[in-house]
Nanobody, 114 residues
Framework: QVQLVESGGGLVQAGGSLRLSCAAS????????MGWYRQAPGKQRELVAA???????NYADSVKGRFTISRDNAKKTVYLQMNSLKPEDTAVYYC????????WGQGTQVTVSS
């Protein structure tokens, strides 16, 4: 049974930072591209960052230069370092495979106050 568990969200002021973690269990991890997604209230879920199995990254324009995705294959964990946070970054953040998505986890809430 594949499971992805997100953590690290919280309430932060604009300009602040957070680091999200996503731990994978019961799954193939090291050979898979992974992504961080977010869903704001009333909006569709969107991909904000992705990382290939060898560490090549790409980002949505809205977070480029502020967010950094990384992974630790030994720990089966993917991270999202979020700096210079803005109120519009407020959303529930999820991780999943970049392709062939599996069931979504519970996500982690990020709230950025102005």
């Amino acid at each position: 049974q594949v499971q992805l568990v997100e953590s690290g969200g919280g309430l932060v002021q604009a300009g602040g930072s957070l680091r999200l973690s996503c731990a994978a269990s019961g799954s193939v991890f090291s050979g898979k591209s992974m992504g961080w997604y977010r869903q704001a209230p009333g909006k569709q879920r969107e991909l904000v960052a992705a990382i290939t199995s060898i560490g090549v990254t790409n980002y949505a324009d809205s977070v480029k230069g502020r967010f950094t995705i990384s992974r630790d294959n030994a720990k089966k964990t993917v991270y999202l370092q979020m700096n210079s946070l803005k109120p519009e970054d407020t959303a529930v953040y999820y991780c999943n495979y970049r392709y062939n998505l599996i069931n979504w986890g519970q996500g982690t809430q990020v709230t950025v106050s102005s």
